[in-house]
């Protein structure tokens, strides 16, 4: 008969939670430790000190990556990874990204304690960088970094908020930017990353936990409405090429056509500017931007094109010049079946109530599934919330998400 | 048989309107001319010393209105006062306002040269501010001085955008704020303003002047729509309470109302903001500045009713809170009938092609209208564009105009 699985005390999840949030802490509840910062130096040497002190071996890479190995027996299998970041928006909660490396060093502390040596070898990583809050292009810094996506341009083009370029910043924070590529890995075999949901699906369902089968595909666009100023009181409407009455019309369609569709597709327009942006005068520009995203490949690309042809109508029918400027975008992820079923089947082992869903945020999955199989885990997140100080997962469900993420990791390397 | 009408040679108007643009000149064609400015100042004093140079006795009021005053032989009689206001935009153009003060000399002059000393008193006025381009609260502060509309706690409580209050910007150009009821007329009879339309009603009736019957009513409104903010990606469309999907259906729905019910509606969304702005988070607030206008005092009336109707509909159909503000707004003012006539006649025996229509813009005479029969003439814009560098009044249509104004102040002074 089997060992029955390995369980996690919620108040020693908990304790790790609140020693983490301490470095960088805003308010009562939030955090704000963007890469490079001593806050975040901070929390990376805590998860270094913790990881040393569960006997696995610890080493800094070129980017600020911590990795902490415990070595398999079998030496030519490739290498099995879980974690997340450290970094945090400004400011953020508590969970985002910082669960899953908690996560993956109690997960690796107690299959050492309970099993010894696995025949795979298991990693933990906390990876440097992914909220983009320092940087507003570094893209995933630390999963590009691993996976060899960093061009050497980037060092002095990737600018931040505060007008420095991350070369200097890695440079003032003990980092030498000319070893960029010495943090390249080509021995993985899998990552498996524990995340908040940052949703409220889970909640909705009534679950604590999620098996992640799909990675959203995202684009962002910016569109830049152009028609004429006018006197607000002395030019007829009937005259008019009123931007603000297009860029309304746009953002009502798009919007609408998401929510039309239904899940999973998402539409948002969240940043708007009207130039010149006074009261009694029709605006001559009004900018907006969308992200739209969509996991399934055709799907995605099938709301994109709607987007784009419902715009240029509008923009034609009222006479207005439009342009649409793709930002940036990722292809949907698919994550690999061979994982899902590991750690559905895992939840089952377990007995932690699940569903398998998509991800509508994107994730270090993505990157690092090119170089290696990828799967997500999520655990609820209350109200859906994230990127704020109200973020919160109970210790309940964040120790029932270590559960299965132990028993998924023990099946990959130890069996 | 009657004289023919006094006409006006375009070149001489042109060369004035020239020479009043050189002070707070921008680029080429521009003016920026704020209130109690070194150029302002520079402006006046070049009305005041060429109403001098024509023979009009000139004064300054307590708060930097000029008066060129050309005395009655009637000494019972009220005042017949033409004129306009000489700030200007920051930027604006070179006609708006600064014409009508133009059009009161060339008038006055030409009266008294060619018939002497009229009846009734006749006046120009060259009033100091209405475009609330350096205090955005003045609310026409020239005209509100002479009608006794100006509270004493203004004088602190009126704030330039530079942060300075309007009693201290006045004292330090020379005017003593504990005098501004000094300023206050009670012995005016009619106001006639001429004005640029700011609109293309004349330009695509292919008319260069117009009499005004009414100049709309104006409602300025703050929408502020709260919803919740959310992750771009992870909440899903139908669990949304997105400010954007409703600020933008409320934008469409009070625009779209006025185009359908046709000239003279109008409804305008100028200024728009989301918090916090972020391309990836659904917003918690959008706020947005509705201007909406009317001529017609139950007309616009009904047009308000049906702007705020349709905004909570679409909120509470949304589940978002919204509240409006009313910012400021003015009745209609109704011209007075008899000077409509008068200027209407004035415009045939001219020969001035014309039409008699309703201004969208508001105007100084609807303050002077609480002390003062009122009228206003317009004469045509180009492309209806103002409060821009690009703004244009041929020196024809100028010339013409002037001759309309002429002809009027002639018929209610010497006859």
Partial sequence: ????????????????????????????????????????????????????????????????????VLKGSEADKKSIVTGSHIDSQRPGGRFDGVLGVI?????????????????????????????????????????????????????KNVISYEGESIGEVM?????????????????????????????????TAGLPVGVVSAITGIRHYIVTVDGVSNHAGAFPMDLRRDPMAGAAEMISNVINRAANQGRPAVTTVGRISAEPNFPAIVPDRVTFMIDARHPDPAARLKLYAEHEAAIHEIAERRGLNVEITDLKGHDPYICDPGLVSTFEEAARTVGAPFQTMTSGAVHDTQRMGAIARGVMLFVRSKDGRSHTPAEYTSPEDAALGIGVLTEGLRTLAYV
Same sequence: chains 1, 2.
């Fill in 103 to 155: 996560s993956g060093v109690f997960a690796l502390a107690a299959l050492k304690e309970r099993y010894g040596t696995p025949k795979q070898t298991l990693e933990v990583v906390s990876l440097c960088e992914e909220e983009s809050s320092r940087f507003p292009t570094t893209e995933f810094w630390g999963s590009r970094a691993i996976t060899g996506r960093i061009k050497p341009d980037d060092l």
């Fill in 171 to 203: 440079q003032a924070a003990g980092f030498d930017p000319s070893r960029v590529t010495e943090a390249i890995r080509t021995d993985l075999d899998a990552f498996i990353e524990l995340h908040i949901e940052q949703g409220p699906l889970l909640e």
């Fill in 1 to 68: 008969m089997a060992a029955s699985p390995i369980t996690f005390d919620p108040a020693n999840v908990w304790a790790r939670i609140e020693s983490l949030a301490r470095h960088g802490k805003h308010g009562d509840t939030g955090v704000s430790r963007p890469v490079y910062s001593p806050a975040w130096r901070a929390a990376q040497d805590e998860v270094a000190a913790w990881c040393e002190s569960v006997g696995l071996d610890v080493r800094w890479d070129a980017v600020g990556n911590i990795w902490g």
